[in-house]
């Protein structure tokens, strides 16, 4: 089975633009969870969906936001881009019948400037 | 108190013994608990996950968790310097969503040749 992918791998942008990111999950698993990863603060979640809908957030501002597909591919979006949102941006994703455990895709180093 | 702590180390051990590392956690009702291995620039690679009282073993791996006194510990034997990472513990359960992951600060192990 392919692995989960993000695009793009690298992103470099200024103060106050927006980004949006993509997932695709391994195939068919279609829980997709998102997670900042910065060297301050390590690995945080910011929100999981499951069939289209969010089921659970973190404690990150409105900037951030994302949605899901009928295909369970997933994007997140973070807008009026700050130089503390440079961090590697990670998304995992969940088989259905599981304990719990997700598998991480690549990420996606964003560098704010 | 954070919810996943971990000893940032870095723990030091030579090629071949044994690597110990720990990780205790603050909500009860965690269900599943998750070690993570992430190389440098690389993203969280899952290792193994357990959920029962006791120990569980994956070739050179075994994770031991005690829920009473809210430990989890992950055992590298045979340790190689290919083990040389930063070592991620995570868990899930009812306080903190079973969709999201909450991750300790990470465990930086080095295995000296």
């Known amino acids: 089975k392919a692995g989960v992918t993000q695009t793009p791998r690298y992103l470099i942008k200024t103060r106050g633009q927006q980004v949006t990111l993509s997932c695709s999950p391994i195939s068919g698993h279609r829980s997709v969870s998102w997670y900042q990863q910065t060297p301050g603060q390590g690995l945080q979640f910011l929100f999981e969906y499951f069939s289209e809908t969010q089921r659970n957030k973190g404690n990150f501002p409105g900037r951030f936001s994302g949605r899901q597909f009928s295909n369970s591919r997933s994007e997140m979006n973070v807008s009026t881009l700050e130089l503390g949102d440079s961090a590697l941006y990670l998304c995992a994703t969940k088989p259905t019948s599981s304990w719990g455990e997700q598998y991480f895709g690549p990420g996606t180093r964003l560098t704010v400037t | 108190q954070k919810e996943v702590e971990q000893n940032s180390g870095p723990l030091s051990v030579p090629e071949g013994a044994i690597a110990s590392l720990n990780c205790t956690y603050s909500d009860r009702g965690s269900q599943s608990f998750f070690w993570y291995r992430q190389y440098s620039g690389k993203s969280p690679e899952l290792i193994m996950f357990?959920?029962?009282?006791g120990d569980k073993e994956d070739g050179r791996f075994t994770a031991q968790l005690n829920k009473a006194s809210q430990y989890v510990s992950l055992l590298i034997r045979d340790s190689q310097p290919s083990d040389s990472a930063t070592y991620l513990c995570a868990v899930n359960g009812e306080v903190t969503g079973f969709q999201k992951l909450v991750f300790g600060t990470g465990t930086r192990l080095l295995v000296s040749p």
């Open positions: 357990i959920y029962s009282n």
